[in-house]
């Protein structure tokens, strides 16, 4: 089976422009959240979708967004980039529901850049 | 607001050398899992422990839930060069929302040849 796959890997963006990453969950699995990883704060929760509906929401401003698609793929979008923005965003899947539906499975992560 | 606290942050040991961290926090969770992070990579899950004084072994890693469901540690027995990387202890803090993850802050362990 398949793994969480996220792109780009990469990237390098300007203070000010806006990014979308995106997410491929594991086949099967119908719950995606993502975390921004930082030296200083580690790894925060920004949000989960399940079954294209946000079902929880972390401490970040209104520029960080995301969404789900009908076949649980997703993408985040962070608007108006600040120096700060500057992390390894790393999405997770898991199954959203049953027993083991606390087991998150995580992608390699993109690194983001601001200049 | 549900806090992990990881002890220590850095560890630096020879290889053959046994280990323990730990994760420990003031409030109750229904499960704790640990993961395990290479630079540049994702964490990988290691284990998830769901009972009160639940032992769980995986080769040379031993896992223990607190029987308050407070607490959890992870014993590494002869660590090898490969056991390198960052270990991360997480819980679920959603509510009934098992998909948001509350992080401890990890461990970098460093095995030396």
């Known amino acids: 089976k398949a793994g969480v796959t996220q792109t780009p890997r990469y990237l390098i963006k300007t203070r000010g422009q806006q990014v979308t990453l995106s997410c491929s969950p594991i086949s099967g699995h119908r719950s995606v959240s993502w975390y921004q990883q930082t030296p200083g704060q580690g790894l925060q929760f920004l949000f989960e979708y399940f079954s294209e509906t946000q079902r929880n929401k972390g401490n970040f401003p209104g520029r960080f967004s995301g969404r789900q698609f009908s076949n649980s793929r997703s993408e985040m979008n962070v608007s108006t980039l600040e120096l700060g923005d500057s992390a390894l965003y790393l999405c997770?899947?898991?199954?959203?529901?049953?027993?083991?539906?606390?087991?998150?499975?995580f992608g390699p992560g993109t690194r983001l850049t601001v200049t | 607001t549900q806090l992990l606290e990881q002890s220590p942050q850095f560890l630096s040991i020879q290889e053959g050398e046994n280990l323990t961290v730990y994760c420990n926090s003031s409030?109750?969770?229904?499960?704790l899992q640990w993961y395990r992070q290479e630079p540049g990579e994702g964490p990988v899950l290691l284990v998830t422990v769901v009972t009160g004084g639940e032992v769980k072994k995986l080769k040379r890693l031993t896992f223990q839930f607190g029987d308050a469901r407070k607490d959890s540690s992870l014993h590494i027995t002869a660590a090898q060069p490969g056991d390198t990387g960052l270990y991360l202890c997480?819980?679920?803090?959603?509510?009934?929302?098992?998909?948001?993850?509350?992080f401890g802050q990890g461990t970098i362990l460093t095995v030396h040849p």
């Open positions: 997770a899947s898991s199954l959203g529901v049953g027993l083991a539906i606390y087991e998150q499975y």
């Open positions: 997480a819980g679920p803090t959603g509510g009934t929302s098992y998909g948001k993850l509350t």
């Open positions: 409030s109750v969770f229904s499960s």
